[in-house]
């Protein structure tokens, strides 16, 4: 079995590494034995895009799904906020959004729902060098899906071709290389409560960084383009790749957008 290098994560060390090209089976629907058991009792980290979609879909602001939806889990080890969503409050902990005919929000399912069986793994940043992603296989024995006479075959790339995981990656990249940053390189750096909160409003609350935006003295202080401003007002998907770029200012001090008025873009 190929395993992953011995300086990933200790939970990585006996999953199944996808080499390019690599086939695995799979399959998913009502007539596996397991269909829907892998929407109960999960932990479900959501990204960015992830809350967006799931509160648009839902007619809701991102903040009245923030609260309704996630739970936010503090240990002392985490270096930036993680979102995960909140499962129904009961013995089998199933996905508040899964039905009798299967998941009732499939057409905007979170990114960890679409890439299993497989996942993507990130190394730690070093200095000087881009980390590369790489790509593993769960082989959990609850998942019937690769046993099935039906099983598809597919490589890590059609894979995600097939959920269309390649269609929201314009996005994503922007916050995998926020939380890969080499800034944290070492472990040892902290963000202060102040950017913690900078962080997590605009990465998860999209409404409220839109308001942070247009309703204080942000447009005043920084150098926009006209077309910029008016697709950040109108394009939910644009106004998340500014908000990375803002972060990168605002965390890292990368000069990202261009002040106005430098004492003033600093004193933000």
Known sequence: MNKPESNLPQFLEDKKRLMDGEEFPF???????????????VNIVLTPLDILQLA??????????????TMNPITKDLQLPIVMLKMKDEEKRECPFLGDA???????????????????????ARAGESPD???????DDHCEGRHQPDARKFTSESWLRDQKINERDEV????????????????DRQLDPKRL???????YDLDT???FVFDSTFLDRFDLEPELINELENNDEALLRFAFRWLRLALFAEPTIKARDENAAQSE
């Open 172 to 187: 994503e990249k922007g916050f995998r290389e926020l939380v890969s940053h080499p800034w944290f390189i070492g472990g």
């Open 197 to 203: 909160e900078m962080f997590y409003m605009a990465c």
């Open 133 to 139: 992603p790489f790509y593993f296989v769960f082989e």
């Open 27 to 41: 399959t998913c629907h009502p007539d596996v034995p397991c269909f829907n058991e892998c929407c109960s009792d």
């Open 102 to 124: 299967g998941c009732s929000v499939y057409e905007t399912r979170p990114w960890a729902c679409r890439m299993y069986p497989i996942g993507l793994a990130i190394p730690p």
């Open 209 to 211: 960084f839109r308001s």
């Open 56 to 69: 648009r879909g839902a007619e809701m602001t991102t903040r009245d799904f923030l609260e309704t939806h």
